[in-house]
Protein backbone atom coordinates (compact mmCIF):
# COMPACT_ATOMS: atom_id res chain seq x y z
CA UNK A 1 0.00 0.00 0.00
CA UNK A 2 2.90 2.51 0.90
CA UNK A 3 4.52 1.38 -2.63
CA UNK A 4 1.51 2.67 -4.30
CA UNK A 5 1.10 5.98 -2.25
CA UNK A 6 4.55 6.65 -3.22
CA UNK A 7 4.28 5.88 -6.34
CA UNK A 8 1.36 7.96 -7.25
CA UNK A 9 2.66 10.74 -4.87
CA UNK A 10 5.80 10.89 -7.35
CA UNK A 11 3.62 10.61 -10.40
CA UNK A 12 1.67 13.78 -9.50
CA UNK A 13 4.97 15.42 -8.13
CA UNK A 14 5.83 15.02 -11.74
CA UNK A 15 2.97 17.03 -12.95
CA UNK A 16 3.47 19.30 -10.60
CA UNK A 17 6.84 19.96 -12.05
CA UNK A 18 5.47 19.47 -15.46
CA UNK A 19 3.02 21.92 -14.80
CA UNK A 20 5.23 24.44 -12.85
CA UNK A 21 7.85 24.08 -15.88
CA UNK A 22 4.93 25.05 -18.35
CA UNK A 23 3.39 27.87 -16.21
CA UNK A 24 7.26 29.40 -15.58
CA UNK A 25 7.86 29.05 -19.30
CA UNK A 26 4.49 31.35 -20.13
CA UNK A 27 5.10 33.41 -17.68
CA UNK A 28 8.62 34.20 -19.12
CA UNK A 29 6.66 34.55 -22.68
CA UNK A 30 4.31 36.87 -21.15
CA UNK A 31 6.45 39.43 -19.79
CA UNK A 32 6.71 40.35 -23.63
CA UNK A 33 3.06 40.97 -23.86
CA UNK A 34 1.86 44.38 -22.74
CA UNK A 35 -0.19 44.12 -19.22
CA UNK A 36 -3.05 46.20 -21.11
CA UNK A 37 -3.92 45.38 -24.49
CA UNK A 38 -5.55 47.27 -28.05
CA UNK A 39 -8.98 46.44 -28.73
CA UNK A 40 -8.54 43.94 -31.27
CA UNK A 41 -6.27 41.79 -29.00
CA UNK A 42 -8.43 41.85 -26.52
CA UNK A 43 -9.82 38.22 -26.05
CA UNK A 44 -7.06 35.60 -26.30
CA UNK A 45 -4.40 37.23 -24.48
CA UNK A 46 -6.41 38.51 -21.88
CA UNK A 47 -7.28 34.94 -21.43
CA UNK A 48 -4.49 34.08 -20.96
CA UNK A 49 -2.83 36.47 -18.73
CA UNK A 50 -5.71 35.73 -16.16
CA UNK A 51 -5.43 31.98 -16.22
CA UNK A 52 -1.51 32.27 -15.33
CA UNK A 53 -3.07 34.54 -12.73
CA UNK A 54 -4.95 31.97 -11.74
CA UNK A 55 -2.87 29.28 -11.99
CA UNK A 56 -0.37 31.04 -10.42
CA UNK A 57 -2.43 31.56 -7.28
CA UNK A 58 -3.35 28.19 -6.72
CA UNK A 59 -0.18 26.80 -6.87
CA UNK A 60 1.07 29.13 -3.83
CA UNK A 61 -2.15 29.17 -1.73
CA UNK A 62 -5.34 27.36 -2.67
CA UNK A 63 -7.51 29.50 -0.44
CA UNK A 64 -6.89 32.02 -2.79
CA UNK A 65 -9.18 30.34 -5.32
CA UNK A 66 -12.37 30.74 -3.25
CA UNK A 67 -11.93 34.11 -1.67
CA UNK A 68 -11.78 37.47 -3.81
CA UNK A 69 -8.82 36.72 -5.81
CA UNK A 70 -11.38 35.54 -8.78
CA UNK A 71 -13.15 38.57 -8.58
CA UNK A 72 -12.56 42.07 -10.52
CA UNK A 73 -12.82 45.01 -9.34
CA UNK A 74 -13.90 47.92 -12.52
CA UNK A 75 -14.75 51.16 -13.08
CA UNK A 76 -15.08 53.86 -16.03
CA UNK A 77 -11.88 55.43 -16.43
CA UNK A 78 -12.92 59.45 -15.30
CA UNK A 79 -13.72 60.79 -11.89
CA UNK A 80 -12.10 58.80 -9.12
CA UNK A 81 -11.01 55.52 -10.93
CA UNK A 82 -7.16 55.37 -10.04
CA UNK A 83 -7.95 55.53 -6.46
CA UNK A 84 -10.82 53.36 -7.00
CA UNK A 85 -8.51 50.71 -8.57
CA UNK A 86 -5.13 51.40 -6.55
CA UNK A 87 -6.97 50.81 -3.48
CA UNK A 88 -8.65 47.42 -4.97
CA UNK A 89 -4.89 46.17 -5.57
CA UNK A 90 -3.72 46.80 -2.44
CA UNK A 91 -6.82 44.74 -1.01
CA UNK A 92 -5.26 42.18 -3.31
CA UNK A 93 -8.18 42.06 -6.22
CA UNK A 94 -7.67 42.01 -10.11
CA UNK A 95 -8.41 45.45 -11.37
CA UNK A 96 -9.99 46.31 -15.00
CA UNK A 97 -10.75 49.99 -16.64
CA UNK A 98 -13.22 50.64 -19.01
CA UNK A 99 -11.81 53.58 -20.70
CA UNK A 100 -12.41 56.08 -23.77
CA UNK A 101 -9.79 55.38 -26.56
CA UNK A 102 -8.42 58.98 -26.44
CA UNK A 103 -7.37 58.35 -22.65
CA UNK A 104 -6.19 55.06 -23.10
CA UNK A 105 -2.55 56.10 -22.92
CA UNK A 106 -2.95 57.85 -19.88
CA UNK A 107 -4.05 55.31 -17.93
CA UNK A 108 -1.64 52.57 -19.12
CA UNK A 109 0.53 54.33 -17.14
CA UNK A 110 -0.76 53.05 -13.79
CA UNK A 111 0.59 49.53 -13.14
CA UNK A 112 -2.14 48.70 -10.60
CA UNK A 113 -4.38 48.33 -13.88
CA UNK A 114 -4.34 44.97 -14.96
CA UNK A 115 -6.62 45.11 -17.70
CA UNK A 116 -7.67 48.05 -19.75
CA UNK A 117 -10.95 47.71 -22.23
CA UNK A 118 -10.75 50.97 -24.43
CA UNK A 119 -14.22 52.00 -25.69
CA UNK A 120 -14.80 55.12 -28.07
CA UNK A 121 -17.52 56.09 -26.23
CA UNK A 122 -18.47 55.44 -22.31
CA UNK A 123 -21.75 54.80 -23.43
CA UNK A 124 -21.07 51.65 -24.84
CA UNK A 125 -21.39 49.83 -21.55
CA UNK A 126 -25.72 49.96 -21.65
CA UNK A 127 -24.64 46.94 -24.64
CA UNK A 128 -26.16 44.22 -22.97
CA UNK A 129 -23.59 42.33 -24.93
CA UNK A 130 -20.81 44.26 -24.09
CA UNK A 131 -22.16 43.71 -20.31
CA UNK A 132 -22.03 39.98 -20.44
CA UNK A 133 -18.71 39.74 -22.40
CA UNK A 134 -16.90 41.59 -19.14
CA UNK A 135 -19.13 39.60 -16.59
CA UNK A 136 -18.11 36.05 -18.53
CA UNK A 137 -14.60 36.90 -18.53
CA UNK A 138 -13.37 38.98 -15.49
CA UNK A 139 -16.33 37.81 -13.23
CA UNK A 140 -16.34 41.93 -12.13
CA UNK A 141 -17.79 43.94 -9.50
CA UNK A 142 -18.78 47.67 -10.88
CA UNK A 143 -17.95 51.06 -8.99
CA UNK A 144 -20.28 53.32 -9.68
CA UNK A 145 -19.36 57.25 -9.60
CA UNK A 146 -20.36 60.75 -11.20
CA UNK A 147 -18.89 59.68 -14.15
CA UNK A 148 -21.31 56.55 -14.68
CA UNK A 149 -24.28 58.74 -13.40
CA UNK A 150 -23.74 61.50 -15.33
CA UNK A 151 -23.51 59.50 -18.71
CA UNK A 152 -26.44 56.95 -18.51
CA UNK A 153 -29.94 57.35 -17.49
CA UNK A 154 -30.93 55.83 -14.44
CA UNK A 155 -32.78 53.42 -16.31
CA UNK A 156 -29.72 52.30 -18.15
CA UNK A 157 -27.90 52.16 -15.03
CA UNK A 158 -30.11 50.21 -13.16
CA UNK A 159 -30.76 47.67 -16.12
CA UNK A 160 -26.35 47.05 -15.78
CA UNK A 161 -25.93 43.63 -15.67
CA UNK A 162 -22.57 43.64 -14.07
CA UNK A 163 -23.23 43.72 -10.15
CA UNK A 164 -22.55 46.96 -8.85
CA UNK A 165 -21.13 48.13 -5.64
CA UNK A 166 -23.65 49.79 -3.51
CA UNK A 167 -27.67 50.12 -3.86
CA UNK A 168 -27.99 51.11 -7.25
CA UNK A 169 -31.68 52.07 -6.73
CA UNK A 170 -30.68 54.86 -4.55
CA UNK A 171 -28.95 57.16 -7.48
CA UNK A 172 -32.36 57.75 -9.23
CA UNK A 173 -32.57 59.21 -5.65
CA UNK A 174 -29.85 61.54 -6.16
CA UNK A 175 -30.24 62.42 -9.29
CA UNK A 176 -33.97 63.26 -9.31
CA UNK A 177 -34.00 66.41 -7.22
CA UNK A 178 -37.57 65.55 -6.09
CA UNK A 179 -36.82 62.27 -4.59
CA UNK A 180 -33.61 63.64 -3.26
CA UNK A 181 -35.30 66.69 -0.74
CA UNK A 182 -37.62 64.00 0.09
CA UNK A 183 -34.60 61.35 1.50
CA UNK A 184 -32.79 64.45 2.78
CA UNK A 185 -36.26 65.52 4.89
CA UNK A 186 -36.58 62.08 5.68
CA UNK A 187 -32.95 62.57 7.21
CA UNK A 188 -34.25 65.48 9.12
CA UNK A 189 -30.95 67.31 7.82
CA UNK A 190 -31.81 71.38 7.67
CA UNK A 191 -31.74 72.60 3.90
CA UNK A 192 -32.14 75.40 1.84
CA UNK A 193 -36.23 76.58 0.77
CA UNK A 194 -36.65 74.76 -2.56
CA UNK A 195 -38.63 77.28 -4.40
CA UNK A 196 -41.79 75.98 -6.89
CA UNK A 197 -41.69 78.66 -8.68
CA UNK A 198 -39.68 81.73 -10.39
CA UNK A 199 -42.48 83.96 -8.86
CA UNK A 200 -41.13 83.23 -5.92
CA UNK A 201 -37.86 84.31 -6.42
CA UNK A 202 -37.02 87.06 -4.01
CA UNK A 203 -33.23 87.74 -2.07
CA UNK A 204 -30.32 85.72 -3.13
CA UNK A 205 -31.12 82.47 -4.90
CA UNK A 206 -29.43 80.13 -6.91
CA UNK A 207 -30.03 77.91 -9.86
CA UNK A 208 -29.26 74.67 -10.45
CA UNK A 209 -29.36 72.01 -13.11
CA UNK A 210 -30.94 68.41 -12.78
CA UNK A 211 -28.32 65.91 -12.71
CA UNK A 212 -24.71 65.26 -11.52
CA UNK A 213 -22.69 68.68 -13.45
CA UNK A 214 -20.27 69.27 -10.53
CA UNK A 215 -21.69 72.59 -10.32
CA UNK A 216 -21.27 73.35 -14.06
CA UNK A 217 -24.01 75.99 -15.41
CA UNK A 218 -25.43 77.44 -11.75
CA UNK A 219 -26.15 80.68 -11.52
CA UNK A 220 -27.13 83.03 -8.92
CA UNK A 221 -30.53 85.21 -9.50
CA UNK A 222 -32.22 87.84 -7.03
CA UNK A 223 -35.42 88.20 -9.21
CA UNK A 224 -37.14 87.07 -11.47
CA UNK A 225 -35.81 88.86 -14.70
CA UNK A 226 -32.48 87.70 -13.50
CA UNK A 227 -33.80 84.25 -14.02
CA UNK A 228 -35.40 84.70 -17.42
CA UNK A 229 -32.22 86.37 -18.77
CA UNK A 230 -29.99 83.22 -17.77
CA UNK A 231 -32.30 80.57 -18.60
CA UNK A 232 -32.21 82.18 -21.84
CA UNK A 233 -28.73 82.04 -22.07
CA UNK A 234 -28.50 78.70 -21.18
CA UNK A 235 -31.68 77.37 -23.95
CA UNK A 236 -29.34 79.50 -26.50
CA UNK A 237 -26.23 77.94 -25.35
CA UNK A 238 -28.01 74.11 -25.94
CA UNK A 239 -27.12 73.42 -22.24
CA UNK A 240 -30.62 73.16 -21.41
CA UNK A 241 -34.05 72.30 -23.14
CA UNK A 242 -36.40 74.84 -21.02
CA UNK A 243 -36.48 76.38 -17.78
CA UNK A 244 -38.11 73.42 -16.51
CA UNK A 245 -34.89 71.81 -16.53
CA UNK A 246 -33.84 74.61 -13.94
CA UNK A 247 -34.24 73.89 -9.85
CA UNK A 248 -34.29 76.76 -7.42
CA UNK A 249 -32.78 77.18 -3.91
CA UNK A 250 -32.61 79.64 -1.57
CA UNK A 251 -28.81 80.73 -1.17
CA UNK A 252 -27.05 79.39 2.28
CA UNK A 253 -24.31 81.73 3.46
CA UNK A 254 -21.60 79.90 4.55
CA UNK A 255 -18.54 77.85 4.22
CA UNK A 256 -18.69 74.92 1.93
CA UNK A 257 -18.16 71.59 3.33
CA UNK A 258 -18.17 68.15 2.12
CA UNK A 259 -18.37 65.36 4.55
CA UNK A 260 -17.20 62.12 3.24
CA UNK A 261 -18.67 58.63 4.75
CA UNK A 262 -18.86 55.14 4.47
CA UNK A 263 -21.67 53.02 5.99
CA UNK A 264 -20.65 49.30 6.63
CA UNK A 265 -23.71 46.87 6.27
CA UNK A 266 -22.04 44.26 7.59
CA UNK A 267 -20.77 45.42 11.03
CA UNK A 268 -23.54 47.70 11.19
CA UNK A 269 -21.13 50.80 11.35
CA UNK A 270 -20.57 54.87 9.98
CA UNK A 271 -16.89 55.68 9.30
CA UNK A 272 -16.06 59.21 8.78
CA UNK A 273 -13.24 58.69 6.30
CA UNK A 274 -12.57 62.53 5.17
CA UNK A 275 -13.59 65.73 4.68
CA UNK A 276 -13.20 68.53 1.71
CA UNK A 277 -14.12 71.34 0.33
CA UNK A 278 -14.43 72.21 -3.51
CA UNK A 279 -12.75 74.55 -5.47
CA UNK A 280 -14.65 75.90 -7.95
CA UNK A 281 -14.87 78.81 -11.01
CA UNK A 282 -15.79 81.73 -10.74
CA UNK A 283 -17.23 81.84 -7.92
CA UNK A 284 -13.54 81.14 -6.04
CA UNK A 285 -12.02 83.53 -8.24
CA UNK A 286 -14.01 86.18 -7.83
CA UNK A 287 -12.37 87.03 -4.50
CA UNK A 288 -8.87 87.50 -6.04
CA UNK A 289 -10.53 90.48 -7.51
CA UNK A 290 -10.22 93.67 -5.80
CA UNK A 291 -14.22 95.18 -5.82
CA UNK A 292 -14.10 98.42 -7.87
CA UNK A 293 -12.98 95.77 -10.76
CA UNK A 294 -15.35 93.33 -9.73
CA UNK A 295 -18.14 96.26 -10.38
CA UNK A 296 -16.60 97.65 -13.28
CA UNK A 297 -16.80 93.22 -14.68
CA UNK A 298 -19.30 91.42 -16.35
CA UNK A 299 -17.85 88.07 -14.39
CA UNK A 300 -20.96 85.98 -13.80
CA UNK A 301 -20.00 84.16 -10.51
CA UNK A 302 -20.41 80.08 -11.72
CA UNK A 303 -19.65 76.64 -9.66
CA UNK A 304 -17.80 74.62 -11.74
CA UNK A 305 -15.51 71.93 -9.64
CA UNK A 306 -11.81 72.36 -10.84
CA UNK A 307 -10.40 70.56 -8.07
CA UNK A 308 -10.70 69.71 -3.72
CA UNK A 309 -9.35 71.13 -1.13
CA UNK A 310 -8.89 69.04 1.87
CA UNK A 311 -10.35 69.93 5.18
CA UNK A 312 -10.51 69.15 8.84
CA UNK A 313 -13.28 70.28 11.16
CA UNK A 314 -13.44 71.76 14.64
CA UNK A 315 -13.54 68.56 16.98
CA UNK A 316 -16.65 69.72 18.76
CA UNK A 317 -18.35 69.54 15.36
CA UNK A 318 -18.19 65.98 14.93
CA UNK A 319 -21.16 64.68 16.90
CA UNK A 320 -23.39 65.98 14.56
CA UNK A 321 -21.51 64.77 11.61
CA UNK A 322 -22.04 61.37 13.18
CA UNK A 323 -24.98 62.09 13.84
CA UNK A 324 -26.46 63.39 10.44
CA UNK A 325 -24.67 60.66 8.64
CA UNK A 326 -26.67 57.95 11.04
CA UNK A 327 -29.98 59.77 10.43
CA UNK A 328 -29.40 59.48 6.24
CA UNK A 329 -28.27 55.81 6.79
CA UNK A 330 -31.50 55.07 8.57
CA UNK A 331 -33.59 57.15 6.24
CA UNK A 332 -32.28 55.30 3.16
CA UNK A 333 -33.03 52.30 4.62
CA UNK A 334 -36.64 52.88 4.89
CA UNK A 335 -36.71 54.79 1.94
CA UNK A 336 -34.79 53.07 -0.91
CA UNK A 337 -34.10 49.52 0.62
CA UNK A 338 -31.33 47.92 1.40
CA UNK A 339 -30.36 51.67 2.37
CA UNK A 340 -26.79 53.07 1.95
CA UNK A 341 -24.09 50.37 1.78
CA UNK A 342 -20.37 52.32 1.32
CA UNK A 343 -19.35 55.62 -0.23
CA UNK A 344 -21.67 58.26 0.50
CA UNK A 345 -21.38 62.19 1.20
CA UNK A 346 -23.41 65.23 2.69
CA UNK A 347 -22.59 68.64 0.77
CA UNK A 348 -23.50 71.92 2.35
CA UNK A 349 -22.26 74.90 4.97
CA UNK A 350 -21.57 76.15 7.74
CA UNK A 351 -23.26 79.29 8.68
CA UNK A 352 -21.78 81.92 11.11
CA UNK A 353 -23.14 80.00 14.21
CA UNK A 354 -21.38 76.71 13.42
CA UNK A 355 -24.81 75.54 12.10
CA UNK A 356 -24.96 72.91 8.68
CA UNK A 357 -27.38 73.63 5.87
CA UNK A 358 -26.94 70.62 3.83
CA UNK A 359 -28.01 71.66 -0.16
CA UNK A 360 -26.99 68.13 -1.40
CA UNK A 361 -26.13 64.37 -1.30
CA UNK A 362 -24.27 62.02 -3.06
CA UNK A 363 -25.15 58.19 -3.42
CA UNK A 364 -21.64 56.83 -3.82
CA UNK A 365 -18.29 58.11 -3.64
CA UNK A 366 -17.22 61.32 -4.78
CA UNK A 367 -13.89 62.78 -6.35
CA UNK A 368 -13.55 64.92 -3.18
CA UNK A 369 -12.06 61.39 -1.50
CA UNK A 370 -9.38 61.12 -4.34
CA UNK A 371 -7.21 63.91 -1.95
CA UNK A 372 -6.92 60.90 0.24
CA UNK A 373 -5.61 58.20 -1.72
CA UNK A 374 -3.41 57.70 1.51
CA UNK A 375 -5.45 58.02 3.97
CA UNK A 376 -6.98 60.97 5.83
CA UNK A 377 -6.90 62.74 9.30
CA UNK A 378 -10.02 60.93 10.13
CA UNK A 379 -9.08 57.35 8.00
CA UNK A 380 -6.08 57.87 10.27
CA UNK A 381 -7.97 56.95 13.20
CA UNK A 382 -9.95 54.35 12.42
CA UNK A 383 -6.68 51.54 10.13
CA UNK A 384 -3.49 51.51 10.48
CA UNK A 385 -2.74 51.41 6.90
CA UNK A 386 -3.72 54.49 4.43
CA UNK A 387 -7.08 53.21 3.87
CA UNK A 388 -8.43 55.55 1.06
CA UNK A 389 -12.18 55.49 0.17
CA UNK A 390 -11.46 53.91 -2.58
CA UNK A 391 -9.79 50.87 -1.11
CA UNK A 392 -12.26 50.89 1.81
CA UNK A 393 -14.83 49.87 -0.77
CA UNK A 394 -12.29 46.58 -1.83
CA UNK A 395 -12.18 45.76 1.89
CA UNK A 396 -15.94 45.67 2.37
CA UNK A 397 -16.17 43.43 -1.04
CA UNK A 398 -13.51 41.36 0.54
CA UNK A 399 -15.26 41.20 4.19
CA UNK A 400 -18.45 40.74 2.14
CA UNK A 401 -17.14 37.71 -0.19
CA UNK A 402 -14.81 35.74 3.01
CA UNK A 403 -17.95 35.91 5.01
CA UNK A 404 -20.73 34.98 2.00
CA UNK A 405 -22.51 38.25 2.08
CA UNK A 406 -21.79 39.90 -0.94
CA UNK A 407 -25.62 40.26 -1.19
CA UNK A 408 -25.54 43.04 1.55
CA UNK A 409 -22.89 45.12 -0.80
CA UNK A 410 -23.98 44.98 -4.21
CA UNK A 411 -27.06 45.40 -6.40
P1 LIG B 1 -23.80 70.94 -5.80
O1 LIG B 1 -23.67 70.48 -7.22
O2 LIG B 1 -25.20 71.03 -5.34
O3 LIG B 1 -22.88 70.22 -4.85
O4 LIG B 1 -23.32 72.46 -5.78
C1 LIG B 1 -22.13 72.95 -6.35
C2 LIG B 1 -21.72 74.18 -5.58
O5 LIG B 1 -22.74 75.16 -5.61
C3 LIG B 1 -21.48 73.93 -4.12
O6 LIG B 1 -20.19 73.46 -3.85
C4 LIG B 1 -21.71 75.28 -3.50
O7 LIG B 1 -20.57 76.11 -3.65
C5 LIG B 1 -22.80 75.85 -4.36
N1 LIG B 1 -24.15 75.65 -3.77
C6 LIG B 1 -25.04 74.69 -4.09
N2 LIG B 1 -26.20 74.87 -3.44
C7 LIG B 1 -26.06 75.96 -2.70
C8 LIG B 1 -26.92 76.69 -1.82
N3 LIG B 1 -28.19 76.34 -1.61
N4 LIG B 1 -26.42 77.78 -1.23
C9 LIG B 1 -25.15 78.18 -1.46
N5 LIG B 1 -24.30 77.58 -2.29
C10 LIG B 1 -24.74 76.48 -2.92
Redesign the pocket.
Known amino acids: MSASFLKTKKSVGKINVLTHFILNYLQVYLRHLPTTYPKNLIPDKILIKRWIEISNSSLINQSNMKTHKKTTIMTLGSHCSLQVLKGAKDEGFDTMLVCEEKRYDMYKRFKFIDDIIPVKSFREITDAKFQMDLVDRFNPILIPHGTLISTLNMEELENIKIPIFGNKWILRWESDRVLKQKLMNESDLH ?2 IQLESKNEIGGL ?2 V ?1 LHG ?4 KG ?1 FLVTNKKEFEEQAQRLIESKTIESEEDLFI ?6 V ?1 V ?1 LQYFYSPISDELELLGID ?2 Y ?1 TD ?1 DAIGRIPSKYQMASIIEPS ?1 T ?1 VGNIPIVLRESLLPEVFSMGERFVKASKKLVPPGMPGPFCI ?3 YDNNANF ?1 A ?2 F ?1 ARIVAGTNLYVSGSPYSDLLYDVPMSMGRRISLEIKKAIDSSKIELVTT
Open positions: SPCIKAAGGYQKYANGPYRREIYVEGVTFES
